[in-house]
Structure formats: structure tokens, C-alpha cells
């Protein structure tokens, strides 16, 4: 799997405009719906069970990046949508950094399987320190697709 198989282009915010968790979270979920690939009527259904889950405990895993997720029964396929805040949003990260990339991952309830090869597929390249720095920099949606294009053609191991 990788991350082109779930990233949705029209759904990539390379200048988020929301300055808090949830307005984050909610800005992913509504490009989702503008892409076509939930309904917006499912949109704040949706972005509350993203935010409970963050309530449960914080996807920001630190060195400016949160990884938000939940499978969802409205959703039918799994979907990814990145943003990229300039000035950083507090996620309540574990290193308590702002957090400045966040790939918001939806999963159908009955494909956990997926659901796990795409978190792993995404923390492994947010591993690398080139990927994230390269991401922070990026202004435009064709520079995260050129990048997650050659994220997606480096070799894996």
C-alpha cells in the first residue's frame, strides 16, 4: 500500500487556516467531503468522532506531526486527507511541540487490516526527518503530491 493509494489529492490544505485542533480536524474532514469522497452531511458526525478519539489521547506524536484517525461506519474506502499548518496548531503532542503536519487517516470499520497498513505506511515515512521537513516547506498541494509520489517510490525496509 502506499500513500497515493489513500491520500486524496483534492483533499490536501497546504495552508490551513484553522488555528486549533478541532477547527483542524474539521477543515481535513470538510476537503474530504469537497473532494467528493464522503457526504457532507456526514461531515461534523464524522469530525466529532475524530476529536473524541483525540480526546481519548493525542495523535500528536511529536516532532510536529499528528496523525488523527478513526474507522467510521459512514466511510467506505480508506481515505487520507494531509494538511499543513505555517504557524503550527497545539495537538497536545507528546513532546507538547506545536504540530504543523497532520495526515487525518478515515477507515471503514470492516478493513482494520488496511487501517493498520496505513498508519504504518504514514508513521514510517513521517519518520524520516527529510519527509517531515520537506512537507513543513511545502506552500502548494503539487509540492505534497510531488512529495508523497517520492516517498511512495523510495524503497521500503
Do not use: C, W
Not at 35 to 49: L, M, N, Q, R, S
Amino acid at each position: 500500500m502506499k500513500l497515493a493509494d489513500f491520500v486524496v489529492t483534492e483533499a490536501i490544505v497546504p495552508n490551513l487556516d484553522a488555528t486549533d485542533r478541532n477547527g483542524v480536524i474539521r477543515a481535513l474532514v470538510s476537503g474530504l467531503a469537497a473532494a467528493g469522497e464522503i457526504e457532507p452531511a456526514d461531515v461534523e458526525t464524522i469530525a466529532k468522532a475524530i476529536i473524541q478519539r483525540e480526546n481519548q489521547g493525542s495523535t500528536g506524536f511529536g516532532k510536529g506531526v499528528a496523525v488523527p484517525h478513526v474507522k467510521h461506519p459512514k466511510i467506505k474506502r480508506i481515505m487520507a486527507a494531509v494538511g499543513r499548518s505555517a504557524g503550527g496548531v497545539d495537538f497536545a503532542a507528546l513532546d507538547r511541540a506545536p504540530v504543523y503536519i497532520v495526515v487525518l487517516l478515515l477507515s471503514p470499520p470492516e478493513n482494520p487490516d488496511g487501517h493498520l497498513q496505513a498508519m504504518e505506511n504514514i508513521f514510517r515515512h513521517l519518520q524520516r526527518d527529510n519527509f517531515r521537513r520537506f512537507l513543513r516547506q511545502a506552500e502548494t498541494t503539487a509540492e505534497i503530491v510531488d512529495l508523497i509520489k517520492e516517498a511512495d517510490a523510495m524503497p521500503t525496509g
